[in-house]
């Protein structure tokens, strides 16, 4: 098995909620997808892309037939991937209240990851 160059951690359990809700060939393609960004240099585009207008949030892409989904998610201390919420995109633009929630979510995990060290 290739040695990863990226950790992948769930933020709470919105992404875990999203997941169980998929049918098993989707599921499988999301391990996929992350085993991929896992273990990659450079990942393309086509999996793992910047959100224009964010400050850090990512999209994993995910194709399963003709069924597409995203999983936002961001970095945190160079290799560590943190995933947040995930959704089935029915339209050609991401839904900006998707994007808020992200956001959203993204400050909770860094208001927490304060909170600890001060803790």
Not at 9 to 15: A, E, G, L, N, R
Not at 62 to 83: T, Y
Request: aromatic share 12%.
């Amino acid at each position: 098995m290739p040695e990863k160059k990226r950790t992948i951690i769930v933020y709470k359990d919105y992404f875990d909620v999203f997941f169980a809700k998929q049918r098993q060939k989707v599921q499988e393609k999301i391990g996929w997808t992350f085993r991929v960004i896992e273990q990659l240099d450079i990942i393309p585009e086509l999996y793992l892309k910047h959100l224009e207008g964010t400050d850090g949030l990512y999209e994993i892409r995910v194709q399963q037939g003709s069924d597409i989904f995203r999983i936002f998610c961001f970095f945190d201390e160079g290799n560590l991937v943190v995933l947040i919420n995930g959704f089935q995109k029915k339209s050609q633009k991401t839904p900006k209240e998707e994007i808020q929630k992200a956001k959203q979510l993204k400050a909770a995990y860094h208001a927490d990851k304060a909170k600890d060290k001060n803790a």
